[in-house]
């Protein structure tokens, strides 16, 4: 007969489980709670400790952290050695696993909860059946929701249990596994944190922290201002993650997810005055990272103005003093250094879904000119300044900068004319030392034509459209210079 072994806290459907294995002709074993509420069916059942010829001890934390039963799960059917070993030890394959964990969630969840409720809802024995059970898929039945009960037992009365199904099966014991997991390093590292609210006042919102790394907005240490909301938060990462990808000193303005000015200097005071300039107006209430010390030159300029948050790497005393006499802002020491390994996290409903983070970066000799102007060295660095904002704006992307700045930034569009139109609206400045950047590429040749009716001659893009001819001939025939990337920048 074949062994089914089934411990679950979840008693859902079971009755009719187990009595539909009974009626296949499957022993089934089980412990504790389990155990009685399968003899209560009036289904025959076995205790573990029938397997193990061991009680268990310490309150139940040890009963099936035993030979005869991960030998029994693991053994690859397959393998002759692994059966003589079994064969010589007295141990019988199980082919059937059934187990569903401690309520841990649920329980952390209560207002009153204590540490010693928490740790022992954090089962042991549980998850390394069933992940001993799933990583021999091959050969045994893993199940850990009683959504699956029926139809595991229509599949075992029509044969059709194979090794496709039990595949699937096996996905979800690791999707499972992984998030019970989480759940218990969140908890115990208190990194679930509740905000005062969401985006808007009647959201409810809480961060829930994933790394340590002081390379991330969460983990950088708050030395002045009140508490961070999730705005705040949001803003703050968006700003960080812009200024980190820069070597020289860089200043980044953020509002509503959007750099608003950019700016570059031979001193962060220098980048943050090119910043400033970019886009005095948005810059007020907004969020300000800086890639370098900042000294008393620059947290006086920072000071000027209203700003929600200032990130840098370090700010000296000087600094701390003009900035810490305005008792609401944010001042965040972070770890500049990128980590090229990192992922991003996006919600949708039911799930998330996961990304490695855009970290494409221009590299000159991958570069390739398409128009017979060639961009001047001035115009390579501006170009170079507008593709790197580019990743960083809402798609459809737009940027306008020079040499040392952004002049115009239009973000979020439906269209990629009206973006260019936004960023026109919103420029420092126009002509020929300005170049526009498009995040993706143009299908049509109509916003090289509206750049080139405000005097702009260079343009930096992925390429990629079926008519990008149509507007590589509109700069041939207006002494513009156009360069294609090969790489798109969206940002949804």
Request: charged content about 25%; some cysteine; overall charge negative.
């Given at each position: ?70 030998g029994g799960i693991l053994a690859d059917r397959s393998n002759e050695a692994h059966m003589a070993a079994l064969e010589s030890q007295g141990i019988e394959p199980i082919d059937l696993v059934a187990v569903n964990l ?5 329980t952390v969840a209560q207002e009153d909860v204590t540490e010693h409720d928490a740790v022992e809802n954090i089962d042991i024995g549980g998850p390394t059946m069933l992940r001993a059970a799933a990583k021999n898929f ?28 039990r595949r699937s099966l096996m996905i979800k014991v690791f999707r499972h596994t992984n998030d019970y997991d989480q759940a218990i390093v969140n908890h115990f590292s208190q990194a679930e944190e509740t905000l005062r ?296």
């Open positions: 007969m074949k062994k089914a072994l089934i411990s679950v806290s979840d008693k859902r459907g079971l009755e009719p489980f187990v009595r539909g294995l009974a009626r296949n002709d499957y022993e089934i074993y089980s412990t504790g709670g389990t155990l009685k509420a399968i003899e209560s069916f009036g289904v025959p059942v076995e205790n573990v400790s029938t397997l193990t010829g061991f009680e268990e001890i310490l309150d139940g934390r040890v009963k099936t952290l035993h030979p005869a039963v991960h401690y309520p841990f969630k649920e091959k050969h045994v039945t893993t199940i850990v929701s009683p959504e699956d009960y029926g139809e595991v037992i229509q599949r075992i009365e029509s044969d059709t249990l194979g090794e496709t199904y609210y969401g985006e808007n006042p009647h959201q409810s919102a809480r961060l829930v922290r994933t790394t340590e790394n002081r390379n991330t907005i969460l983990n950088a240490d708050m030395l002045h201002g009140k508490a961070l909301s999730y705005n705040n938060l949001r803003d703050a990462d968006a700003a960080f993650q812009l200024a980190k990808k820069f070597t020289m000193p860089v200043a980044v303005a953020v509002k509503h997810m959007n750099p608003c000015g950019v700016g570059t200097g031979e001193t962060i005071a220098e980048a943050f005055r090119n910043a400033h300039e970019a886009d005095s107006q948005s810059i007020f209430g907004g969020i300000v990272a800086l890639n370098k010390t900042v000294d008393r030159e620059t947290a006086e300029q920072l000071h000027s103005i209203f700003l929600e948050v200032i990130i840098a790497p370090s700010f000296d005393e000087a600094a701390l003093e003009v900035l810490t006499q305005k008792k609401n802002v944010r001042l965040l020491e972070a770890d500049f250094r990128e980590d090229e390994h990192a992922e991003e996290f996006v919600s949708v409903s039911g799930g998330y879904l996961v990304q490695s983070q855009d970290t494409g970066a221009l590299q000159e000799n991958e570069i390739k000119v398409v128009t017979e102007n060639k961009p001047t060295r001035e115009q390579m660095t501006a170009m170079a300044l507008a593709w790197e904002v580019s990743k960083h704006v809402k798609s459809n992307a737009i940027v306008l900068a020079n040499e040392k700045q952004t002049v115009g930034i239009g973000a979020g569009q439906m269209n990629r004319v009206g973006a260019l139109k936004i960023a026109i609206d919103r420029a420092l400045e126009l002509g020929d030392n300005v170049v526009m950047a498009s995040d993706g590429f143009f299908p049509m040749p109509d916003t090289v034509e509206l750049a080139h009716a405000h005097g702009i001659r260079s343009v930096i893009q992925p390429g990629g459209s079926k008519r990008d001819q149509e507007s590589i001939d509109f700069c041939n025939a207006n002494d513009m210079a156009m360069v294609f990337t090969g790489m798109r920048h969206f940002k949804h």
